[in-house]
């Protein structure tokens, strides 16, 4: 991060603008002259088309780039990312033609879109239009058509008319696209963590992962992962990626601490340190989105910048989880005198992902042992995270 404000010092803020704004993805991108450019915001999405074929929409305040990050074709649920555009609240409501229901909420550096589809559909093409035309606004259009085996296509008309675009209001009935949360259950296989009198870190740590799934599940508002379900060992890079593959909203990875003291006791939380930060490249290669430095009007200087902006804005997500999660863990056990920490940990690099390392307690110490190995008391634990979850989740939620 150092690196890139002295090169954009160098610079001069200007043309550090200059290159954010005229970032692309695939090509989408329109650059801007103005002076150092604030987060873009999402004026309202338009539909327009039938089963056969639809236009998608969003109208934004200034140039954004977009990438998309699934087409639908496995779950038809097609999820976009648009990078530095910001939302107040979660945008929600139903949509036309091919699009059941639409969400924008907010992702790691930005805005996403996730659409849920009616049907198999193909994107066949992505682009941006700047303001004119009698249009004040940016706007951001996909254009998907029916496949065979999906929606059901009509019969071409005669003539067919021209696409008329309808705005979806923000205040219609409520999507239910899910959170995506991954959890991830601390060692396993041949890796047992740390030993207790009674009990393996690895043994714990999966049966607390399992009941918050299920905890999270009943409430028919979160989609959980779990890195792993049985007594297997998987690397930790893996971890991070199975988070990243599932596009996930938040990662939450269970350990149990131990040490030389069997009086020491408490639970703590660590989130990414600044040196830790340094480490993204472990999780990224040259042909992730964040790095991508050989598309068209890409250079490496936009995407240093790029991932700067969405680590920063990962740490500060996490960091505010962290904080609501001490405060509900802390009324059911102790915590240690310092509890939020930070730390380089391998499972909490991903650059776009909130993630928290929770130390539940110490496995070495007889008290928390006992309160970690207990399924009463381990359910008030699991109750603390989930209450957690809900309250880091509900300030982002816009009321419909």
């Known amino acids: 991060m150092r690196k890139v404000l002295i090169s954009l010092a160098r610079m001069g803020w200007v ?15 329109v650059a801007t002259a103005q002076g150092p ?9 338009r539909f327009g088309g039938d089963r ?9 305040d200034r140039a954004a780039a977009g990438k998309l990050l699934s087409d639908g074709a496995s779950d038809q649920r097609l999820v976009l990312a648009l990078p530095n555009v910001t939302i107040s609240g979660d945008l929600q409501g139903s949509g036309q033609g091919l699009v059941k229901h639409w969400l924008i909420d907010e992702a790691a550096g930005g805005a996403r879109l996730r659409l849920e589809l009616a049907g198999k559909v193909e994107v066949r093409r992505r682009f941006l239009l700047p303001p004119g035309d009698g249009a004040t606004a940016y706007r951001y259009v996909i254009d998907l058509k029916a496949v065979d085996g999906g929606a059901a296509i009509p019969a071409a008309p005669q003539a067919a008319p021209r696409l ?9 009935a409520p999507l239910r696209l899910k959170k995506v949360i991954v959890i991830d259950a601390g060692h396993g296989g041949k890796d047992s963590g740390a030993l207790g009198a009674n009990a393996f870190e690895k043994d714990v740590t999966l049966a607390t992962a399992k009941a918050l799934k299920t905890r999270l599940e009943k409430t028919g508002r979160y989609q959980v992962v779990l890195t792993r379900e049985t007594d297997t060992f998987v690397p930790l890079e893996g971890r991070v990626q199975i988070a990243r593959r599932a596009d996930a909203d938040l990662f939450i990875s269970l350990h149990a601490d131990s ?3 069997v009086s020491t006791r408490g639970a703590s939380v660590y989130t990414l340190s600044e040196k830790g930060a340094d480490r993204v490249g472990l999780v990224l290669d040259k042909n992730d989105w964040l790095m991508k430095a050989n598309l068209p009007g890409r250079d490496r200087a936009v995407s240093q910048i790029l991932l700067d902006l969405s680590q920063r804005a990962t740490k500060n997500r996490s960091a505010s989880f962290a904080q609501l999660l001490l405060a509900n863990v802390g009324e059911e056990t102790a915590l240690l005198r310092r509890s939020h920490r930070d730390a380089g940990f391998f499972v909490l690099l991903a ?4 993630a928290v ?4 307690g110490f496995i070495t110490n007889p008290e928390d042992e006992a309160f970690l190995t207990n399924k009463a008391s381990r359910a008030r634990l699991v109750d603390a995270v989930g209450d957690s979850i809900e309250a880091y989740f509900s300030a982002d939620v816009r009321k419909s």
């Open 15 to 29: 043309r550090a603008a200059l290159i954010v704004g005229g970032m692309t993805t695939a090509g989408v991108a």
């Open 37 to 45: 450019a604030a987060p873009s915001g999402v004026q309202k999405v």
């Open 52 to 60: 056969a074929e639809t236009r998608v929409v969003i109208d934004l």
């Open 164 to 172: 008329a675009l309808a705005s979806a209001p923000i205040k219609a």
């Open 259 to 261: 040490g030389p003291d």
């Open 351 to 354: 650059p776009d992902v909130p």
């Open 357 to 360: 390392l929770l130390e539940m």
